[in-house]
């Protein structure tokens, strides 16, 4: 199974010697674009969608982040041009919205 994730962001968030975040973050809502190989509902029915929860729980809402939606595109296996073009053209109308 096949995991990739992309993370837009314009301003990043650092951790200083004594483990205090500093929270230069200004979005205000943040994307998990992920790939599947299954459907969305199966992932998180039968998994629990543990890999994003781990990004975005572990990650990203230590770091303050903490309006974060999560777009899935699958079934990778069964896909074709068409389809995978219109999933590219919805990532770009994302990245759009969070300028």
Not at 6 to 22: P, R, S, W
């Amino acid at each position: 199974m096949g995991f990739n994730i992309l993370f837009f962001a314009h301003k990043t968030a650092t951790i200083d010697e004594g483990c205090t975040v500093n929270r230069p973050l200004s979005l205000t809502t943040y994307n998990i674009i992920t790939t599947l190989d299954q459907p969305s509902w199966y992932y998180w029915l039968v998994y629990g969608r543990p890999s994003v929860n781990q990004l975005k729980k572990s990650t990203l809402q230590f770091c303050g982040i903490n309006q974060v939606k999560v777009s899935y595109f699958g079934i990778i296996k069964k896909s074709n041009d068409r389809t995978r073009q219109k999933w590219i053209s919805t990532i770009e109308k994302l990245g759009k919205q969070n300028k």
